[in-house]
């Protein structure tokens, strides 16, 4: 199973959809919590 893990915030996704495990990589990119401390 695909999976992404954030390097600013170590959460991990996941999905057997690599389509839409792009996108909630896109959105968590944009809405990280570790980026939003800076």
């Not at 996941?14 to 944009?30: D, G, R, S, Y």
Request: charged share 30%; with cysteine.
């Amino acid at each position: 199973m695909p999976e992404f893990v954030c390097p600013d915030c170590s959460t991990k996704l996941f999905h057997e959809n690599e389509t839409t495990l792009t996108v909630e990589k896109q959105v968590h990119i944009k809405f990280c919590p570790a980026k939003k401390k800076h």
